[in-house]
């Protein structure tokens, strides 16, 4: 059993150059502050404000869309990635309530289909490898599922040590603890010792320790293969989990699927059936996906690059 230990707060962290971040997230504490229904009109208006000036971001987006969804139309590409900003525009609302709103006000706009998987699963006394991909709603939805089941999530380290402080902290609100993306020994021992790890395998995290495998209408996508490393030594319970923001303000719906598929353990089997999970997740909300990040980035040995 891991215990519950928040991170210590450094008092370098008051230092003048992390003034301008400790006003932001000010603004954002007392922002959330305030009615739901109205959080949902101002993140939306944010992320469209967004559009109009984070041009780098609007045309990675717009060539994810085209190169996973080749066969839709332009026009619903388009109004695929207006709402997908104004679910960025939420992002940044949903990570002030996750780490902020008592568990009260947050079980009050939520519901979850699926807990008695988890309860299943317990029953194997096995871990769990939540496969929690990288939603905008992530935040809330971490929060959401700890509430009902706390584990142990996987993070990388900000750059700014104030914000890596915070969501630690932030995602400690409902969880037991937290591993750096890095710590796979720490992971290991985790789901020997029958914990539930979240883990997100859904980036590019560049060609060492990845494989090149489908990712939607993308033949070779580079994947990681830590999820065969940690399948091959713990032989954990899938399970995947989908934040999903309801519309209009509606609150959220986290569903929690069960994955009983025996997979050949080699790292492209793993990775390919990984991406099958993460594409059938997409589904269930595609305009709430990151697609701003440069999800292909990584091209096999000789391929162009796929952003020119």
């Not at 960025?88 to 699926?114: H, L, N, Q």
């Not at 697609?291 to 952003?307: A, I």
Request: proline share 6%; with cysteine; aromatic share 12%.
């Amino acid at each position: 059993m891991i215990k519950k230990k928040l991170p210590t707060f450094n008092h370098h962290l008051l230092h003048p150059r992390y003034w301008l971040t400790w006003f932001g997230v000010a603004v954002l504490y007392l922002l959330v502050l305030l009615p739901y229904p109205l959080l949902y009109k101002i993140g939306t208006f944010l992320g469209r404000f967004a559009l109009c000036f984070m041009q780098k971001r609007k045309v990675i987006t717009r060539r994810n869309l085209l190169l996973c969804f080749p066969e839709m139309s332009t026009n619903k590409r388009e109004k695929l990635l207006q709402k997908n900003f104004e679910s960025v525009g939420m992002g940044i609302i949903e990570t002030g309530i996750a780490w902020f709103w008592p568990d009260w006000r947050i079980k009050r706009w939520m519901s979850v289909k699926g807990l008695e998987k988890i309860t299943f699963a317990r029953k194997k006394n096995k871990g769990i490898l939540l496969i929690g991909m990288h939603f905008l709603t992530l935040e809330i939805g971490a929060r959401i599922f700890g509430i009902h089941n706390p584990g142990i999530g996987v993070y990388r380290t900000h750059n700014n040590p104030l914000l890596n402080w915070l969501q630690i902290w932030g995602r400690m609100r409902s969880n037991k603890s937290m591993l750096e993306r890095s710590n796979l020994r720490g992971m290991i021992r985790a789901l020997k010792n029958g914990n539930i790890i979240w883990y997100a395998p859904d980036h590019d995290y560049g060609p060492k320790s990845s494989v090149f495998t489908p990712f939607f209408a993308v033949p070779k996508t580079a994947t990681t293969a830590g999820t065969y490393l940690l399948l091959k030594t713990t032989k954990p319970l899938i399970i995947s989990c989908i934040p999903r923001r309801r519309s209009h303000g509606q609150g959220y719906e986290l569903l929690i699927l069960s994955h009983k598929k025996r997979v050949p353990l080699d790292a492209v089997s793993v990775a390919t059936y990984i991406n099958q999970i993460i594409e059938h997740a997409i589904m269930k909300a595609p305009d709430q996906y990151m697609w701003l990040h440069r999800r292909f980035k990584t091209r096999p040995p000789g391929e162009p690059s796929l952003y020119n």
